[in-house]
T-cell receptor, first 115, second 115 residues
Framework: NAGVMQNPRHLVRRRGQEARLRCSPM?????VYWYRQLPEEGLKFMVY????????ESGMPKERFSAEFPKEGPSILRIQQVVRGDSAAYFC?????????????FGQGTRLTVV | AQSVAQPEDQVNVAEGNPLTVKCTYS??????LFWYVQYPNRGLQFLLK??????LVKGSYGFEAEFNKSQTSFHLKKPSALVSDSALYFC?????????????FGIGTKLQVIP
């Protein structure tokens, strides 16, 4: 059973370009979480999705950021018109359900560098 | 709003000595508590969790954590530190009252085990 797969592992974008980060949850997992890790700032929650639904996007910036988890295929975190401040590691986690007893499993992350 | 505090940015301990990484939390209802470890350039790995029951929870790699309700703490411990334990450790909490609540992570504590 493969773990949570994120790609690409490293992504370089110029300011103003779009960044697309992909996350394939573990097999059988229908819940996906995205987190951003900035240097010296720890892990910040961004969004929680189930298949075809956004459950909690309270951590998403109001502009330029969007996320989806379609019925088929991976979850996508999309950042439009990237700026230098978007440079960070973005982690995806998945769980089989929204049960608070259940821990989430993390991917290796995508390191975005905006130049 | 729920929160997690990891009061120490870094903990240094000599190899073979016991280690403690501190965590306190604030949440409504009963807490669900987690510890994760992150090695350089890797995703977070689940170590252990407290849901209910015995206050002393045992996890991976010889780690354990003690839940203390009166002090709202969930400190991570290990009787004898290894150099390979050097990593970034995250405490996380999730509330149990009323429907969905997201997992909130602490800022992380860097553990340095000195040979």
């Amino acid at each position: 059973n493969a773990g949570v797969m994120q790609n690409p592992r490293h992504l370089v974008r110029r300011r103003g370009q779009e960044a697309r980060l992909r996350c394939s949850p573990m097999k059988g997992h229908s819940h996906v979480y995205w987190y951003r890790q900035l240097p010296e700032e720890g892990l910040k929650f961004m969004v929680y999705l189930q298949k075809e639904n956004i459950i909690d996007e309270s951590g998403m910036p109001k502009e330029r950021f969007s996320a989806e988890f379609p019925k088929e295929g991976p979850s996508i975190l999309r950042i439009q018109q990237v700026v230098r401040g978007d440079s960070a590691a973005y982690f995806c986690a998945s769980s089989p359900m929204g049960d608070p007893n259940t821990e989430a499993f993390f991917g290796q992350g995508t390191r975005l560098t905006v130049v | 709003a729920q929160s997690v505090a990891q009061p120490e940015d870094q903990v240094n301990v000599a190899e073979g000595n016991p280690l403690t990484v501190k965590c306190t939390y604030s949440v409504s209802g009963n807490p669900y508590l987690f510890w994760y470890v992150q090695y350089p350039n890797r995703g977070l790995q689940f170590l252990l969790k407290y849901i209910t029951g015995d206050n002393l929870v045992k996890g991976s790699y010889g780690f354990e954590a003690e839940f203390n309700k009166s002090q709202t703490s969930f400190h991570l411990k290990k009787p004898s530190a290894l150099v390979s334990d050097s990593a970034l450790y995250f405490c996380a909490v999730r509330g149990s009252s009323g429907g969905y609540q997201k997992v909130t992570f602490g800022i992380g504590t860097k553990l340095q085990v000195i040979p």
